[in-house]
């Protein structure tokens, strides 16, 4: 274990007197936990660990109270990090020394798993040291997150690493178990935990990864090589040994179910081994030398397993065989808490699962606040907005001085121009008359192919049957063709009809300028240009408080799109039955909190009562709106009547863009059918 995993060390520290019997014990146990002889666990002594396992859970047990009581008192723990053994961090927090001290009982039990001689006993503590990690995980929340920054091994990335690795030892421990079980189908049980095992390895590697970008403290790179080659030989090692243990099964019942070809499954699962040994050895220069002896075994066993393949069963080797499933026992490793804490932690469980439900609870109210509160501030917006005709007064300021078009006319004249005008509308009209007329003849002379095909030749019963009832489902598809052409010619000239009503207009629009056009509501402008002058400083704070206020707005949707996706990321369910660590949902509480304290900053710093005392100072207001509304309301319906016509003969060239394809589609299937029955 000393490749990488190192115990924490500590000070020894001078506790200030005090009558508390609590603290008092704490100050006994940790005196005696500091002097101990830890080099003898990282040796492998069982003894020395199991002495040592008596000394942490009745410190921790205590540590536990002190909490619970919320003792009070100057203490100031150091520790340091495992990997920078030089580098201490001091806090006066119970939960710091918590942390730490059950990292060690992790690390611990790990040892205790790896050297103990009865398997059951070995997978007992390695079922422990998950617990510990899974312990940490969640007070580790509790403690300053700058003091939990000098910590590479504290965060919560390298304690699921220590975990993975843990249930990975676990689950090959339990295969040695069942290994020395001659049965098969325990055979296959043993693999299936193998196959765990290895999978807890792969993620184990993926922690170590994350670690480089997860931490503000990353693990010095040495460090951090040696763990990476040893987690990599692990994945390596269960890899090869599943596949090995498989191949020799396919091989030995070859001869029994020759229809399977399990001597080509059996090679197969030669090969895979053989890849996880040539992609490890590719990235170390250091040789596992277990590794390089399996690798020399099933070299020869696939020279005897090709030639018995080739020769006695003569079944081709395929490149890809459908592989075992392997039977999965991965409720047979469980984190399991020390005897000394079984009681407390089953309690705690149940607390846990209802102060879990309560976050959840919390964290979706916050959505359903953020939420809420933005729809309350777009409708009091909006209110204040129609109330007062906001925009058409906005416009005026942008528009009435230098006699320009307003934005919503601006955008439709502009649409209307790059359609082309009248002149546009006629060339589009021509277009779809065209391809009416194209696929009109096209549909007719498919109609009198089929009526060649009919007669002029003479087939078999039972193909002129076939032949007749082919033709005559081409020929229902054509009418139908025909059909919606004429449904469209229909509807084509209700347009055109619509076209001519607007035809002086089209010809405005197409042969003026923008300033001719805004010219044709003179009345309207001239009635802005008054209001304009009269209400220039008001008209100029409105706008600006309204273009700030969108600003914010979007802000705030932007905000609130982050907030949603950051708690719909997390799967919250109200209704499910909620396995969430309730570690995470308290730190996500804590970073969501943070998040709604911004959001409701922006909030704060709009002020709608201001928009609305401003709107409201206008002089002659009312017989602006009413002159200028009325002007500019009537050219801009006749334009969105313009709008529509250009819309109607869009969809009419899709429309007849999809019957051009269909007709040729039809045709194509004519031609083959035709051509295949000749």
């Known amino acids: 274990m000393n490749f990488g995993f190192r115990f924490k060390q500590t000070k020894p520290i001078k506790f200030p007197r005090t009558e508390n019997q609590l603290v008092t014990k704490i100050d006994e146990y940790r005196k005696q936990i500091t002097d101990y002889r830890w080099q003898d666990c990282n040796k492998g002594d069982v003894e020395a660990c199991l002495q040592l396992e008596k000394l942490l859970t009745q410190y921790i047990l205590l540590l536990d109270s002190a909490i619970e009581q919320q003792v009070k008192i100057d203490i100031s723990f150091s ?23 059950l990292y060690n009982l992790g690390l611990l039990y790990f040892h205790l798993g790896q050297n103990m001689p009865a398997i059951k006993d070995a997978i007992s503590k390695s079922r422990n040291s998950q617990w510990c990690f899974l312990r940490l995980s969640e007070v580790t929340a509790f403690v300053n997150s700058k003091t939990i920054q000098q910590h590479s091994d504290l965060s919560l990335v390298h304690i699921h690493m220590n975990n993975c690795y843990a249930q990975a030892y676990g689950y090959k421990k339990l295969y040695e178990h069942f290994q020395t079980i001659k049965n098969p189908d325990e055979l296959l ?33 040495i460090i951090y090589n040696q763990l990476m080659e040893r987690f990599s030989n692990d994945h390596s090692v269960t890899l090869v040994i599943t596949n090995m243990e498989l191949a020799k099964l396919m091989a030995s019942t070859a001869k029994e179910v020759p229809r399977e070809q399990r001597m080509g499954k059996a090679i197969t699962y030669l090969n895979k081994a053989e890849q996880s040994i040539n992609e490890l050895f590719k990235k ?48 047979l490793i469980k984190a399991r808490p020390p005897e000394l804490f079984q ?68 955008l439709k004249v502009d ?15 021509q277009k779809i008359h065209q391809l009416q007329q194209e696929q009109g003849k096209k549909l007719i002379n498919l109609k009198n192919q089929f009526d060649l095909s009919s007669m002029q030749k003479e087939f078999p019963p039972q193909g002129y049957q076939l032949f007749t009832q082919q033709i005559e489902n081409f020929r229902r598809h054509v009418e139908d063709l025909q059909k919606k052409l004429l449904e469209a010619s229909l509807i084509n000239r209700t347009t055109e009809e619509q076209i001519k009503g607007i035809k002086d207009q089209l010809l405005f629009i197409e042969q003026n300028n923008n300033q ?89 710093s709009i002020n709608l009562k201001e928009l609305e005392q401003i709107a409201s100072q206008m002089e002659d207001k009312q017989q602006f709106l009413i002159v200028a509304n009325q002007g500019e309301e009537d050219f801009e319906d006749s ?28 045709t194509n299937i004519i031609n083959e059918f035709t051509n295949d029955s000749g």
């Open 639 to 666: 334009l969105k009547v313009i709008q529509e016509v250009f819309y109607n003969l869009e969809y009419a060239q899709q429309f007849y863009d999809s019957i051009s394809q269909e007709v040729a589609q039809l």
């Open 189 to 221: 049980i043993a693999l299936g935990l193998l196959q765990e095992s290895s999978k807890m390895f792969e993620q184990t590697i993926r922690c170590l990864t994350q670690t480089k970008n997860s931490n503000k403290k990353p693990i010095p790179p």
């Open 343 to 410: 009681n407390k932690w089953d309690n705690k469980q149940q607390e846990v699962h209802v102060e879990t439900q309560k976050l959840i609870q919390e964290i979706n109210a916050h959505k359903t606040y953020a939420q809420q509160k933005l729809l309350d501030l777009q409708n009091n917006f909006n209110q204040i907005y129609s109330q007062y005709n906001i925009q058409f007064m906005i416009d005026s300021y942008q528009n009435a001085e230098s006699l320009k078009l307003t934005q919503s006319i601006q």
């Open 284 to 331: 170390f220069k250091h040789k596992n030398e277990f590794l390089l002896l399996q690798q020399q075994q099933i070299i020869a066993l696939k020279k005897e397993y090709l030639y018995l393949n080739e020769n006695a069963f003569k079944h081709p080797v395929a490149k890809e065989y459908e592989l075992l499933q392997l039977p999965v026992k991965q409720d």
């Open 415 to 429: 649409f209307i121009k790059q359609k082309g005008g009248w002149k546009g509308c006629q060339q589009q009209i």
């Open 79 to 101: 520790w340091n990090d495992s990997y920078e053994p030089n580098k201490f961090t001091q806090s006066n927090q119970w939960h710091y020394e918590y942390s730490c001290s």
């Open 516 to 604: 001719m056009i805004a010219s044709k509501m003179q009345n309207s402008l001239q009635e802005s240009q008054n209001f304009f002058r009269k209400n220039l400083n008001t008209l100029k704070k409105l706008s600006v408080i309204v273009e700030t206020i969108f600003n914010k707005m979007d802000l705030i949707k932007i905000q609130l799109a982050g907030l949603e996706k950051y708690i719909d990321d997390m799967g919250l369910d109200q209704s499910s039955n909620q396995k969430i660590d309730a570690n995470l949902l308290l730190q996500a509480l804590k970073m969501i909190q943070i998040k709604i304290k911004e959001y409701d900053a922006i909030f704060n």
